[in-house]
């Protein structure tokens, strides 16, 4: 399978708990294949006309394309955020085996 069959989807949570809550549930119904769980990050940001600060956690979701109207549709349901951050990223290349193994992971 090639390596463009494949993304990363940033997303971000307001707690640890809720990220790994959602990587969670994200793994075990094979909607992604691996989320990274990157704690400490301050998100400053606009919201309803006004600037806000954050402590987030920022979630790198490893998945295949075919995968992700239904991770976003799982992400919404299960985050807390009126609007949660859902950005998809392109895979350029990677290892043939470390993409074999994504590809059987999120394999339905």
């Known amino acids: 399978m090639s390596s463009t069959a ?3 989807v ?3 949570a307001s707690s640890a708990e809720e990220a790994t809550r959602i990587a969670n549930h994200l793994v075990e119904h094979r909607l992604a294949a691996c989320v990274n769980l990157v704690p400490g990050l301050t998100s400053i940001y606009r919201w ?8 987030e956690v920022l979630l790198l979701i ?3 394309e075919s995968r992700l109207a239904d991770l976003e549709a799982a992400l919404h349901t299960l985050h807390s955020y ?4 859902f950005v998809v990223l392109g895979i350029e290349g990677g290892s043939a085996t470390y993409l074999d193994w994504l590809a059987a992971s999120v394999a339905r």
């Open 6 to 8: 494949f993304r990363i």
């Open 10 to 12: 940033l997303s971000t």
């Open 48 to 55: 309803q006309g006004t600037v806000e600060a954050a402590s």
């Open 62 to 64: 490893k998945t295949a």
């Open 82 to 85: 009126e609007v949660p951050e």
